[in-house]
């Protein structure tokens, strides 16, 4: 069998990056993707952007799954674009100081010792840590 399998991804990060890029661009409303901190954590703050409507967990124990409601208007879902840029291949960490350089067009999110939050917020925070994508 392949590395990469349903349910047992490599990179769970992107897979969960994908499947909300790829609900957006089939114009589905509602997904459901495995649970962990992270992704939940990433969901949460890609609701306090606008690209997500709601994030309720399902479930409990092993089988917890997140069931997330993308933004739609006027019954159209916006569509998503996703970049991850630290990849488990290769690590990316940004300083404090740096961190400017990454603004621009749409949120580029940080983990950082304080956890996950937009570069924004770790400019405001003074902390630097590994970026771990770009959504536009």
Same mark, same amino acid.
């Given at each position: 069998m392949s590395e990469r399998q349903v349910g047992n991804c490599m990179d769970n990060i992107a897979d969960f990056l994908i499947r909300i890029k790829n609900a957006s661009l089939s114009q589905k409303e509602t997904l459901v993707c495995p649970f962990s901190k992270f992704n939940e954590g990433l969901?949460? &703050?890609l609701k306090e952007e606008g690209f997500i409507d709601k994030v309720e967990v399902l479930g409990e124990g092993k089988d917890k799954r997140l069931s997330i409601t993308l933004h739609s208007d006027k019954n159209k879902v916006r569509e998503v674009e996703v970049k991850r840029i630290s990849k488990p291949g290769r690590r990316v960490y940004i300083k404090a100081k740096s961190i400017k350089t990454l603004r621009g067009l749409g949120v580029t999110i940080v983990s950082t010792p304080q956890g996950l939050m937009t570069a924004k917020n770790a400019i405001k925070k003074s902390l +630097? +840590?590994? #970026? #771990?994508?770009? &959504? &536009?």
């Open positions: 969901a949460k &703050i +630097g +840590g590994e #970026v #771990v994508c770009k &959504i &536009i």
